[in-house]
């Protein structure tokens, strides 16, 4: 079973997916939200027709002191929404701070054009909160053998 990592975004949300194994992570695309959590929801569903999912993991924005922002705020409104609707699905968070910026450095490090990073940043942003969700859980099951 596969894990979905989501970077729940104001305008654009960034998808990211492991493989069958959960060994590496990949992006898959970047919604654009249109005001709307209805667009996400339609495309998730398209996405867990095509994959085997068992677990979602949603960034939060929490501030750089740790305490809670507003968008972590509205985050949590949305993980509502993703408990209601997919309550078979472990659905868990992870702190995302800093990785919109470790994104932009990849981008940077890779030479992206501009005008096309806007497009992938939460895409990339999405592949590092599933990497730190898999770390951590990679972390937990060592500690405990």
Do not use: W
């Amino acid at each position: 079973m596969r894990k979905l990592g989501i970077d729940y975004g104001e305008a654009r949300v960034g998808i990211a997916i492991t493989d069958e194994l959960n060994i590496t992570v990949q992006g898959l695309e970047t919604i654009t939200r249109n005001g709307s959590d209805k667009v996400i929801l339609k495309k998730l569903d398209e996405i867990f027709e095509k994959y085997e999912v068992d677990t979602i993991v949603v960034g939060m924005p929490f501030n750089m002191n740790g305490t809670m922002s507003k968008r972590a705020e509205i985050t949590e409104e949305f993980i509502h929404k993703l408990k209601c609707k997919y309550n078979k699905m472990k659905i868990e968070t992870v702190d995302e701070r800093l990785t919109t910026v470790e994104a932009h450095r990849t981008m940077n490090f890779l030479d992206v054009k501009k005008n096309k990073k806007k497009n992938i940043v939460d895409t990339i942003s999405a592949v590092y909160i599933l990497e730190i969700y898999l770390n951590k859980f990679k972390n937990t099951i060592s500690k405990n053998s």
